[in-house]
Every structure is written in structure tokens, then in C-alpha cells.
């Protein structure tokens, strides 16, 4: 895999042909989705529920037709594919990646000997991908995806001709290969490649409908990308934190990721969605490659924080801000008010939902997910002056929803009288209860950062918000016999393995719920002991490494690593990419479809690996927490924490050998250490350095 944030390529074949599969992120078919209606409100759904009209309900959020059209949902769409026609007596041998150069090398054998192409991307995005070492006896081909596409992964026919596309003007010339591809409603795309010798450039165009408008187009060499390639990795690999485990296959996972990483989020490009920029060339891509709130996106984006890659977290942040007046638009149509926002869990790159799943839809712990990550990068990063002009007004809009949708009990508690548990139940009549752990996690979690904020801000708090500590349960209790554990809603334990673990929200991602507190303690115990006994039958790539994450925060460290242990050997492929499915049968029964490749599994195993070191549980930072016993040493260096802490440490056979902390501003640390045994607190001033 490689590529620069906008464009994504992946590099495969076999024997003498090597295909260059090209994406781009941005290349979306924007006709059809399901813009909000009044019809779709609080009311209308609460009412329906109480009365058992699913049909009522489903017709309401049902996908709709673009005008004209058979289509009902956006998609991003599939770009086109290069291919290097090797000698005919050449065979590919192995691809190796060099991350801090940002090169990859392709080894053919050619009469017993080895030879060698080199790849790179231009991080600037102005251009694209740039090829070194052919030789005369090789050839080149362009073949755009309007000739590729034939089905869809579920293999049901639905070719771009299917969706209304024209057959592209393709220009084909002596070292010169282009097509344009007209769009139904969006600009036409195009891709360019031009030889030049030893090397080639592929570029990627929108607004060009004619491919005589290529020729002239003027593309830089391979040594000129590979020197702005060279200079952007090396500034990238010098800011993200070293990490050194007991187990190469996971140093090997976090620095991979991490290069992924610096690809699909790349400041230049644009936020990715579910496969980040690496869409297939053959195929739409599975649930529209679009950007799912619920997890996924997240996910996509999670190890920036830690890692302090603060700008890779604001192409997403922007995008979702361009946003607010439809967000407004969907606050109003559903609980009447003009001052909120509301995002549906699944969207193009304009918010548009993308409609059907009506339990999605109304899922707002999406948009309060998100606020989350607006504030913590505020609070990792330190600009206030973007939490003051752009984030407290975002999560008041979003908590504003919420209080719409909270009724006052007659004992003066406050409960969700409707609310999901993400894709629990899928879109049954049932798949909706009162109080759901998930939304109760993030509506406390909202609550604590709007306090933050305002004391941060010198603003005064609204009394709401600090209501909601005292007055909205945490969760959900199920109780039976006695014993107590966190449900789903009230009324429902975890009655079977499931692939979101969002009963357990308030301890991980939401962070309200410190699983060593004593008056958690039995019933957090009681929720890990049906949790595992359910199993991981129904899990698939993305809940495994969220799993590793609740692990190290359950204090079961040696299931943390295992978790990421198996989702490398279940969940990637021989090329190293992140499956949704498994790759085989026997350990899920989502193993049905393992072509389906998704960053966010990868990128949550980036992100659990650096939970195995530090990870914050309500307010307090634990160290070493997800090392397991039979590590004999490991080390971190430099990682971001909350409240603008950068932390080094080591770790020897069980104890602390070393702590460093060093403030960015003027803050206040609360940690903890395995071999110690009370919470410290000290406070340091900015640049102010504490060694333990």
C-alpha cells in the first residue's frame, strides 16, 4: 500500500504483471442518501416504538432514488488500474516497504538475477505516484474502472454503466496513456501516466472531460518526488513516539500502522473513510467506503492523539464543521430546537446519511463521539483558541440534543427513554431500549467536557450539564440473583457474542467508568465474566483490537496482547492489509468475506498498542497496565498524553526502571504504576521536567 492522503495505490500481481490498483478518497458519486425530514423526530420514533410500527418506522428512513435514477446511496467510486508488463520471462518475487523514506520496492527475478522497480507518492498531493527502473522490454497499460468494474463484493451486478456512467475518452499514445471519465452529476475524473524512459508519473485530474487536455499537462520526475517523498517521511517518523515491546510481530504492527497511518491521514489529503484511499479498481466498495460515526471513523483516527500528530486529526474535524448547518437542520427536524447538532452514523463526505438504517440514524452517541475527539485534541494538543471559537460551540449543540431527548423521572433522575446500542439487533422493533449503556457513556462524558471547558474558558457552566452527574445513571444495571453488571439498556444483558462491545462504552471509549473503583469493582467483574463467556464467535477485524483496548483497562494484560496477536493472524492478509472478516473459518463467523479490506482495525491495533503503555482511566493515567507478566522488558518514548504531558518510561520484569514527564503547558498529572501502590499527582509548569 501507498499513497498521499487524497490518492491511495495498492501494488499486487503475479508472475510478470504488476498492477497498480489506483483510489482516491474524494472521487464520491454524490446521487442519491436520505437528506433529514421532519418526519424522521424523537417523537414520531418514541411513539412508533411504544405502538410495534417497524414499517412505520423503516418507511420513514428508507434509502431514496436520486432523481432519475435507480441509484439510492452515495458511493465513492472506483478510480482505474495501471499495469507493468514485465518480461515474459521475468517472475515477481517479494514487495519490501521502507516507511522513513516512504519508498517501496518491488523485486522481480529476470535470468537469475534480481531486479528491482522503486515507488513513491508526492505527500503534497499536487501529483501522484512515480515508478523507477523499467527497462526497454517492458510495457505499460491504463485501464479505466468503467472496464474493470463488473460486480459488487456481494456479487450482485452493478457495473458504472448500472449506475448511469458513459464508456470514458481514453488517449492512447507513444509513452503517454490517459482517460477521461465523465460523472453523472460530479466533475469527471481522469488519470494520467506518462513515460519517460526509466520511469513513469500517474496523476490524478477532476474537471477534465476531454484527454487532449492531458497532453500538455507537465508531470515532475521520480527524483524530484522521491526527494519531497524522502523529506516528508523523515519529518513524520521523527515526530511520532518509539515504541519497543517484547514481541517484534507487534513492533512490527505499530511501526506499519503507523506509516498507514501518516498515508491515509495525511494533513494534504482529505479525512478517510472506511478504506481510507486505497478503493478498488474493480469493485464499488463495501458499504460505500463512506464514513461510519459509530466506530469506525474513530477508529481511522485514533492513534493521533498519542502518537501527536495533531494535524492528521483536523481534515476530519473540518470536514465535520463544514457540516453544521445540516447537522443544525437534522437537531431541528428531530427534536424541534434550532441550537443542536446531530450527525447519523453513516455519511458521505457531505454529510449526507446514507439512509435504511434507521437505528443508525438516531444513534446521537456518533456526534458526541465525535465532540469527544474534538475537545481531546484540544486538551492533548493545547489550542484552546480552537476548543474556545469551534469546539464548545459544537458539543453545547450536541449536549442541547440530548437534553431534548432525556425525560425527568418523578423521583427528579433523568433517563433515555429511547436509545440503541450500535447494531444490536440491527433494525428489529426490539433493537431500541431505555437507558442504553453506549448513550449514557457518552451523554456523561459530553457533560464532563463541557465543564472542563467552561472552567478552562472562564465561562459559566449551564446547570444541565452538572445535572448530569448527579442525576443520569452512569449505565445500565442488570441485576439477577443478586449480582450485578453493566446491560445494554435496561432490562438486557449481553445475551451473545457481538462485534460492538458498546456496553462497555463508559470504560472504554467514553473513559466515565474507572474499572478499579470499589464500587465498581463486582459489577465490572460480573460484565468481564459474561463478556468473555459470550466469546469472540461474532467478532470481526475492528472489534478485536477494540477488545485489546478494554483489556489493558480490565487490567487483564495478557488477554490485551493475545487479542492483538490474534487479529494479526485472523484479521490481515499476506499483504499485511486489515480484513473486516477473518481470513479463514473456524475462529468467526465473519469469515464470509475476507476481501473486504478496513483501515480501522489496523489503526485501533496502532492505538491499543500504545494503551499497552498508557492509557487513561477517568482522569487518572496508568502506566504499563497492558504489560503482561512474561515481558521481560519493553520501553516507550514520547508519547502524548492527556492534559498536554509528554511521557517516556521503561519497564523490566515487572517493576518501573524509568519515567520521564514533560509538560507542554502548565498542567496536572494524576498516574498510576503497577508496582506502585497509591495515585500520584504532581503538577508541572511549562517545559518542566519530572524523572522518575
Sequence with gaps: MLGNGLLGAHLWGEKNTLNMSIGCASLWDHRGG????????????????????????????????????????????????????????????????????????IVYQLNGKEMELFFCSDMSTEHGFSCFGLTDQMSLELIPSYSLCKTTITGQPETLADRGYEPPDILNAENLFAFSQKMPVDPAFSLLLKRNGKEFTLDFFRG????????????????????????????????????ETADKELDETYYNGMYKYGIMTNPAGVAPGLQGPWIED????????????????????????????????????????????????????????????????????????????????????????????MFDYCDYSGDFKFLKEEVFDFMKGVMNVFEKMLDEEPDGTLSLP?????????????????????????????????????ELLNEKPESFWEKIESKLPQCSIYEK?????????DGLALEESHRHHSHLGGICPFNTIDPTAPEWKEIIFNSNRRWTGKGMGEWTGWGITWASQLRTRLGNAEAAVLMLELWKKCFTNKGGNSLHDALFWGFT??????????????????????????????????????????????????????????????????????????????????????????IAEISLRKNEIFSL
Design 418 to 454: 429511547v436509545s440503541i446500542s450500535p447494531e444490536y439487533r440491527g433494525t428489529a422493533l426490539d433493537a431500541c431500549g431505555k437507558n442504553s449503556s453506549f448513550q449514557l457513556a457518552a451523554i456523561h462524558n459530553l457533560a464532563r467536557n463541557l465543564l472542563k471547558t467552561a
Design 34 to 105: 436520505l437528506p433529514w425530514t421532519p418526519e424522521q423526530n424523537f417523537e414520531f420514533i418514541r411513539n412508533s416504538v411504544a405502538a410495534g410500527d417497524i414499517d412505520g418506522i423503516k418507511a420513514v428512513f428508507a434509502a431514496r432514488k436520486a432523481d432519475g435514477s435507480t441509484v439510492t446511496r452515495p458511493t465513492l467510486t472506483p478510480c482505474g488500474r495501471a499495469v507493468i508488463h514485465l518480461p515474459a520471462a521475468a517472475e515477481l518475487l517479494r514487495y519490501e516497504t521502507y516507511p522513513e523514506e516512504g519508498m517501496t520496492r
Design 208 to 243: 477534465i472531460d476531454n484527454p487532449e487536455d492531458l497532453r500538455k499537462k507537465q508531470l515532475p520526475s521520480f527524483a524530484e518526488l522521491n526527494e519531497k517523498s524522502k523529506e516528508w517521511w523523515h519529518r513524520y517518523f521523527q515526530k511520532i513516539p518509539r515504541i
Design 282 to 373: 474493480h469493485t464499488f466498495p463495501p458499504w460505500q467506503g463512506d464514513y461510519h460515526f459509530n466506530i469506525n471513523v474513530q477508529m481511522c483516527h485514533s492513534p493521533g492523539f498519542k502518537a501527536g500528530l495533531f494535524e492528521h486529526l483536523m481534515p476530519l474535524f473540518r470536514m465535520v464543521l463544514s457540516w453544521k448547518e445540516s447537522l443544525r437542520y437534522n437537531a431541528k427536524c428531530f427534536v424541534g430546537i434550532e441550537n443542536g447538532y446531530m450527525l447519523p452514523h453513516a455519511t458521505d463526505d457531505r454529510g449526507t446519511c446514507m439512509g435504511s438504517f434507521w437505528t443508525g440514524s438516531i444513534d446521537h452517541a456518533c456526534t458526541a463521539w465525535i465532540a469527544m475527539m
Design 589 to 678: 463467523e465473519f469469515a464470509f468475506c475476507n476481501i473486504v479490506m478496513q483501515m480501522d482495525a489496523a489503526m485501533g491495533a496502532v492505538t491499543a498498542i500504545q494503551d499497552l503503555f498508557a492509557c487513561d482511566m477517568n482522569g487518572v493515567i496508568y502506566f504499563f497496565r497492558g504489560i503482561p507478566d512474561f515481558w521481560k522488558h519493553c520501553s516507550f518514548e514520547k508519547l502524548h498524553l492527556p492534559g498536554g504531558v509528554i511521557a517516556s518510561g521503561e519497564f523490566r520484569k515487572g517493576k518501573t526502571v524509568r519515567l520521564k514527564l514533560t509538560a507542554a503547558r502548565d498542567t496536572t498529572i494524576r498516574y498510576k504504576l503497577p508496582d506502585g501502590e497509591n
Design 481 to 489: 440473583n443478586g449480582k450485578q453488571e453493566i446491560a445494554l439498556w
